[in-house]
């Protein structure tokens, strides 16, 4: 059908002709309301990007004269962040003359990488860039973890808990009363039973 005839058409309807696929020979067009379509269409896309994981490149900086218990710190931060799923780029960074033993910066990020293969795969080995030495880490996509889901607890727990809540608190126990203790032998002799023992 020629766009003139197609064009008639849509007004007369009170509609628009909007093109579908514009590669196509020849271009496919349809008569619709184009509102709605693309606010649908603007809508599905949102959806899609909501249940998108966005992976993240983290960055944990070394130092080529790094102290044990620093090392095993940032090491933990390093697998916490892949079990979250995110990307690892860990650094060293030298200073001055330290860039004569850049073995040693090697050395630390191997150890990185070996310490850390259960979770971990090496996507970019060691290497030098200026002052500084970088290797990328992702997580295995078999080991990184679901974030924990929270325990679901039944409808009637959740009742129990709110009524707890919402109760007033209860009032003390009322004081009791001291109660006269009166013996047989002193009642029959009336001298005085009424008094507490």
Do not use: W
């Not at 496919?28 to 603007?42: E, L, P, T, W």
């Not at 390093?78 to 090697?106: A, C, P, Q, W, Y």
């Amino acid at each position: 059908m020629p766009p003139a005839q197609a064009l008639s058409i849509a007004e007369e309807k009170g509609l628009d002709l909007v093109e579908i696929a514009a590669t196509a020979t020849p271009p496919v067009c349809r008569i619709m309301n184009s509102g709605k379509y693309f606010y649908q269409q603007a809508k599905r896309e949102s959806e899609a990007r909501k249940h998108q994981r966005h992976i993240q490149v983290k960055e944990v900086k070394f130092r080529p004269k790094i102290d044990e218990h620093d090392f095993q710190f940032k090491k933990r931060n390093v697998e916490r962040f892949l079990n979250d799923g995110n990307k690892v780029k860990s650094t060293v960074i030298f200073r001055g003359r330290e860039m004569v033993h850049n073995e040693i910066g090697r050395r630390i990020l191997n150890r990185l990488a070996a310490e850390l293969t259960e979770t971990a795969l090496i996507e970019v080995p060691p290497r030098q860039e200026g002052m500084t030495m970088v290797q990328i880490l992702s997580p295995r996509k078999e080991h990184a973890a679901p974030k924990p889901a929270r325990a679901a607890k039944g409808k009637k727990e959740k009742e129990k808990e709110k009524d707890a809540e919402g109760a007033a608190p209860a009032a003390p126990p009322a004081p009791q009363k001291k109660t006269k203790v009166r013996t047989p032998a002193a009642a029959v002799a009336g001298d005085g039973g009424d008094k507490e023992p």
